[in-house]
């Protein structure tokens, strides 16, 4: 007969098993703490971890001995499993990572293709590209958000950067040290079409407090473009000189990973990184590239870790690491002096996927940037790519004789100007020698009326450098220029003897004092204290010693939670050994 006593159909299982004797004087215990698991008594029989519902006439009953071991072994095996996937939980945290704290800045989001650009309020950024969509391309991915990308600004020993903490992934900028946030900014709404003619356009405004300092930045992108350029703009409007360094830097995260292999574009020297799938000197692949359109005084293409730590001590190094496939990032450095009244403008572009025409060959500025009907203007043209054979067009009523390569990023010519040459600006192009690339400044030079006097400008100095402690005669030109003119370049550099030569030159002399502090100056000029003209970083004082030595990358170590799980988890499996 069945035994449905529970639910039985004529096999005897392990819960209606015949009963045991109780010893003589000991009651026997109920049937849920004599079939409860790690419960044994002198009545009840062991409970069988081989299965748990166990027919005795199928398989004979594993040894005591056997069944004693096995939950030892158990917790034995579990603490090397326990150890790995802790440390692959904490090592997934990045080292230097900091959780989100307060409110993210406001920001702006130029929709465009193949770009999407988040520009912050703190002059942080976020990008996504359409050939990898919802993945951002600087770290944390997460694309909803703003990430570790930004302008800092060191002053006064100290470091002033975007709100890094404050964005809603968090950060692993950790590396910078202590950062006092940007003072509160304001982010306009996107103006323009995407158009080359009307490019998007966002404003930042944001101040540094307690300094006089005022920073101004314009995010530029045109549709079709895999690149977007900024333009970053510092002001002193305190009444004494001051001495900065401006960053730009990011955690690239290329393509959908984020990992590469640190890359210099050696044209412009560009640096960022590239999918692991390539190697330096490659054309193919993708890219991320911090372009510096203004050539930088210094640059990095190394861990992310040691790129924010090389921000926070001070000064890249200027190298591009040979690690391999790393977790990477990449930095620009720009050092300049500001005097009391002036502002610094820098320009820079970031590119994704490719590497752009402009990473190799460009045409950035024209100095002056006017000339009258009649007249033969000398200037300097500043770039990107410059060789021997280049060639440069503004027009045919615009003639451009002796034009010189001075150096990759520098050429002058002069230009002659017809009589009858229609009023209004004209666009700049030129062809890399050999004819494979080329670029267009648009609106780059203007044409004025011959009654118009000349524009007050400055295109070049001669030396363009010296040695502390030393005294040198220099020679300025530009347009202009008229007797009483004074030229300034900064605390430390003494300028004397101004000659006005010519309205395109002047002599003067310049003494260096031995503790002048080393880096570009930008040359200033004036008439009557009401007219001025400046050529940014135009002169360069020079110490006589070699770079930093680079900074060590940071190598990524458990998080304090992490260690403290794994702490935990070792403990408790030790724990449970013991207990058998």
């Known amino acids: 007969m069945p035994d449905r006593q529970h639910g039985g159909t004529g096999r005897r299982t392990g819960f209606d098993r015949p009963k045991p004797p109780s010893p003589a004087g000991m009651p026997l215990l109920p049937p849920v703490l004599r079939m409860g698991r790690g419960m044994h008594d002198a009545c009840a029989r062991p409970w069988r971890p081989r299965r748990r519902f166990h027919d005795p006439r199928t398989k004979p009953m594993s040894s005591s001995s056997e069944r004693s071991h096995r939950p030892r072994l158990a917790a034995l095996l579990a603490i090397p499993l326990m150890i790995a996937a802790l440390a692959g939980s904490a090592a997934a945290e990045k080292a230097g990572y900091m959780p989100a704290r307060g409110a993210e800045p406001a920001h702006a989001t130029v929709t465009g293709s193949p770009l999407t650009i988040l520009a912050g309020a703190d002059h942080s950024f976020q990008i996504l590209n359409d050939q990898v969509p919802g993945t951002g391309q600087i770290y944390p991915s997460q694309g909803t958000g703003l990430a570790d ?257 001075v150096d990759a990023g520098t050429a002058t010519a002069m230009l002659t100007v017809a009589a009858d040459a229609p009023i209004g600006f004209r666009d700049v192009d030129g062809v890399q020698a050999g004819g494979n690339l080329t670029a267009t400044l648009r609106n780059g030079f203007q044409v004025t009326g011959a009654g118009e006097p000349d524009p007050f400008t400055l295109t070049r100095i001669v030396p363009a450098s010296g040695v502390v402690g030393t005294t040198l005669q220099a020679t300025v030109q530009g347009t202009g220029f008229l007797p009483g003119m004074t030229v300034t370049l900064g605390d430390g550099v003494t300028v004397s003897n101004v000659v006005v030569a010519s309205p395109t030159t002047a002599t003067l002399t310049l003494a260096i004092a031995a503790a002048a502090v080393p880096g570009p100056r930008d040359v200033v000029a004036s008439l009557g204290g009401k007219v001025s003209a400046a050529l940014p970083a135009g002169f360069l004082v020079i110490a006589g010693s070699t770079g930093e030595p680079p900074v060590a990358q940071a190598v990524p170590a458990l998080s304090p939670a992490g260690l403290l799980l794994l702490m935990l988890g070792v403990f408790g499996a030790a724990w449970a050994i013991g207990r058998r």
């Open 149 to 405: 990308m930004g302008w800092l600004v060191r002053a006064g020993g100290v470091l002033y950067g975007p709100d890094f903490q404050s964005h809603e992934a968090g950060t692993a900028t950790g590396g910078l040290g202590t950062v006092t946030p940007y003072g509160a900014g304001s982010v306009s709404a996107v103006s323009g079409s995407g158009s080359e003619a009307d490019p998007y356009v966002v404003v930042v405004d944001a101040p540094l407090a307690g300094t006089g300092l005022q920073s101004r930045q314009e995010v530029r992108y045109v549709n079709g473009r895999n690149y977007f350029s900024k333009r970053f703009t510092l002001t002193n409007a305190g009444s004494e000189p001051q001495t900065v360094s401006i960053y730009l830097g990011g955690d690239i995260y290329l393509a959908a990973s984020d990992s590469g292999i640190p890359y210099l574009q050696v044209a412009s020297l560009s640096p960022g990184g590239r999918d692991c799938g390539g190697t330096q000197g490659s054309t193919s692949g993708y890219y991320i590239l911090f372009i510096p359109q203004t050539p930088a005084d210094r640059y990095t293409g190394t861990g992310y870790g040691s790129v924010w730590s090389q921000i926070g001590s001070g000064d890249l190094d200027g190298a591009i690491a040979s690690s391999g496939c790393i977790d990477n990032g990449a930095a620009l450095q720009w050092n300049r002096t500001l005097a009391a009244g002036t502002s610094v403008t820098i320009l820079a572009t970031t590119s994704f996927g490719d590497i752009p025409s402009i990473a190799q060959f460009d045409i950035i500025s024209v100095t002056p940037a006017a000339g009258a009907q009649g007249a033969t203007v000398p200037v300097t043209i500043h770039g990107i790519g410059f060789a021997d054979g280049m060639t440069i067009s503004i027009g045919s009523d615009v003639a451009v004789d002796a034009l010189t390569v």
